[in-house]
């Protein structure tokens, strides 16, 4: 039975971003590992569905708006790299970040037990908090 990779990665953004956050948890192994470069608000290493619902909650914490859209799919052999293009605002500020990130999601089966996102430029982001903390 080949297992449709791409498929599931398109499912779980469905669901992350448009439909039922249980439903993107239901894709998830129960070790799953997510990763996100620790410079940024909701950054961090997070570990299990949990883990994802902490991650969750930093997301909508951190920002007030987080639009993110699916540029492009690249496939491998366990894992698909999502393109995506997000444009938000973070809670402690009024500029918007604008800009891709890679989402790496490797699979075992039909699960996702690793998920590691590369922003193209924790720079904006940081720059914005950093801007807005000062006095």
Known sequence: MTTNHLGLTKKAYAAALHG????????LAHDVRIVLPESLPHGGTYHGKEGARQLRAKLISAWQVFDVSVLEYLTGVDSVVGIIH??????SAETAVDMRIAEYWR??????????AYYFDTHAVTQ????????
């Open 107 to 116: 699979f075992s089966g039909q699960e996702v037990v690793e998920l590691t």
């Open 128 to 135: 914005l908090i950093a801007h807005n903390a000062a006095p």
């Open 86 to 91: 997000l444009k938000g605002v973070l809670s």
């Open 20 to 27: 039922s956050y249980e439903d993107f948890l239901a894709l």
